[in-house]
């Protein structure tokens, strides 16, 4: 069972780009200064009834300076600054924070006090899903024994560090009861479902 959805990435991108476009919208101008583009530049500067367009066209906020790329004037001000950084913060949060790798995993687990207890459960569990989920129901003190153990799908980080680093670990196959594992909550019994790395 892997995630097919494309929905997630779609929306992903779908925000990046509105954020640059909004970055470039607001720091960019059409190769002028003024707010009517390339119109003063086209009217003559000898033409006294142009005087306004000349205005226009020299008119520049104290504030802002102007960057020269490939003949575009990129206008830099406080706005562009601001927008710069909100896109910038966005390509973090979509690549690092919202999971951009894509990892997520399916597990079930038994949760008891002791170490012991979950020794002799493996035991009795082996390797069996079925026994693994009627044991988790009958002895397990998580509420996820209502489910056979099942804690769903999850993304790294959202376990408790040694959990998470047994479910991601390569190195640890599918579809076999691990652990034990002591976090925490106490010693946990695990058996991963589905993962994709």
């Not at 780009?17 to 720091?27: K, P, T, W």
């Not at 479910?167 to 691990?178: C, G, M, Q, W, Y």
Request: aromatic share 12%; with cysteine.
């Amino acid at each position: 069972m892997t995630d097919s959805s494309t929905h997630g990435p779609m929306r992903t991108w779908k925000c990046l780009c509105m954020s640059i476009a909004i970055s470039v919208l607001v720091a960019s101008s059409n190769g002028s200064g003024s707010p009517l583009g390339g119109v003063a530049a086209a009217a003559s500067w000898d033409d006294p009834e142009n005087d306004i367009y000349k205005q226009q066209a020299l008119a520049k906020p104290w504030f802002t300076s102007s960057l020269v790329i490939g003949g575009t004037n990129f206008y830099i001000s406080p706005i562009s600054i601001v927008s710069f950084f909100f896109v910038v913060i966005n390509c973090y949060y979509i690549i690092f924070r919202s999971g951009g790798s894509g990892a997520f995993a399916r597990a079930n687990h038994i949760l008891v006090a002791e170490e012991e207890a979950a020794k002799r459960l493996k035991s009795k569990v082996g390797n069996d899903f079925a026994r693994f989920q009627e044991h988790a129901a009958k002895y397990s003190s998580c509420p996820s024994k209502n489910n056979g153990g099942d804690l769903g799908k999850f993304k790294p980080g959202d376990m408790a560090p040694p959990f998470d680093k047994t479910i991601f670990n390569p190195e640890n196959p599918i579809h076999v009861t691990l652990g034990p594992i002591q976090t925490q909550f106490g010693w946990h019994l695990i058996f991963i479902q589905d993962r994709k790395l």
